[in-house]
Antibody, heavy 118, light 112 residues
Framework: QVQLQESGPGLVKPSQTLSLTCTVS??????????WNWIRQPAGKGLEWIGR???????NYNPSLKSRVTISLDASKNQFSLKLSSVTAADAAVYYC??????????WGQGTLVTVSS | QSVLTQPPSASGTPGQRVTISCSGS????????VYWYQQLPGTAPKLLIS???QRPSGVPDRFSGSNSGTSASLAISGLRSEDEADYYC?????????????FGGGTKLTVL
């Protein structure tokens, strides 16, 4: 049974960097079969894809966020992480991690709420 | 403004058939597979339809997907109260500005 679990601070100050980690169990992020994604959802709004990382080291980012986003893997801990710099109130959302083949995201974490406030 | 366009709401009575549309362009639906997700209140999205019309294991055959050109549709037959949820379409988008996964704005389905 594949499970993903997001973790990280629930409150980030404006202009600071948001850092989240997704811990994967039941699958190896080094397997090379799947992409590891971050998606977010502002309160009451729709889904926005942030980016994804592949075990080979390649990454794809949403062009609208690319200048502020870094996704990386820690294979030793079977985790992958998200860093989003220079956050504003517009970055407040529930952040999800998910496993995918292309855009077929078959396993999701439960989501973690991030608030941006001083 | 979402890249893929969905109606904000849809409704039906138990047992009815309901369809939800998703409109895109040649850089997404017109050239890549469409995926559908179901999001029950307070939960993470769930993959409902993969590669235009394939149901992952465990998804009832009441759910079906189709697409034509730059549009796609999700059909739910034999509507049940537990189908009340938000539904999102998604596709890979190959635009000049950069490739990405794009989602529709979501359709809130109400079972009357």
């Amino acid at each position: 049974q594949v499970q993903l679990q997001e973790s990280g601070p629930g409150l980030v100050k404006p202009s600071q960097t948001l850092s989240l980690t997704c811990t994967v169990s039941g699958d190896s992020i080094r397997s090379g079969f799947f992409y590891w994604n971050w998606i977010r959802q502002p309160a009451g709004k729709g889904l926005e894809w942030i980016g994804r990382f592949f075990a080979s080291g390649s990454a794809n980012y949403n062009p609208s966020l690319k200048s502020r986003v870094t996704i990386s893997l820690d294979a030793s801990k079977n985790q992958f992480s998200l860093k989003l710099s220079s956050v504003t109130a517009a970055d407040a959302a529930v952040y999800y991690c998910a496993r995918s083949v292309v855009a077929a995201m078959d396993y999701w974490g439960q989501g973690t709420l991030v608030t941006v406030s001083s | 403004q979402s890249v893929l366009t969905q109606p904000p709401s849809a409704s039906g009575t138990p047992g009815q058939r309901v369809t939800i549309s998703c409109s895109g362009s040649g850089s997404n639906i017109g050239s890549n597979f469409v995926y559908w997700y179901q999001q029950l209140p307070g939960t993470a999205p769930k993959l409902l339809i993969s590669r235009n019309n394939q149901r992952p294991s465990g998804v009832p055959d009441r759910f079906s997907g189709s697409n034509s050109g730059t549009s796609a549709s999700l059909a739910i037959s034999g509507l049940r109260s537990e189908d009340e949820a938000d539904y999102y379409c998604a596709a890979w988008d190959d635009s000049l500005g950069g490739s990405r996964v794009v989602f529709g704005g979501g359709t809130k389905l109400t079972v009357l």
